[in-house]
């Protein structure tokens, strides 16, 4: 009776039971979805970094990026805060 009870305890709260069965597959879901959204921010890197490259010149981006860096202002713009 006793050992019976013991397996059914570690079959639900063991280091290989149910509870940490559902835990692990809740962590598996957190990490595919991270691991989602990591892919999604690499692959916009890489289209930045693709446009700003020698061999591709993106006008429009690079117009962008110097004004983000550098708080470029051509003369006739109004800039508002």
Do not use: K
Not at 27 to 36: G, K, N, Q, S
Not at 37 to 66: G, I, K, P, V, W
């Amino acid at each position: 009776m006793v050992l019976g009870v013991y397996f059914t305890f570690a079959a639900v709260q063991g280091d290989f039971g149910m509870f940490a069965r559902v835990a692990i597959m809740a962590e598996a879901e957190t990490l595919a979805a991270e691991r989602d959204r990591l892919q999604a921010e690499l692959a916009e890197m890489q289209n930045l970094t693709h446009r700003l490259s020698d061999t591709y010149l993106d006008l429009d981006l690079l117009d962008q990026q110097a004004r983000d860096v550098l708080g470029y202002m051509r003369a006739d713009e109004i800039a508002i805060r």
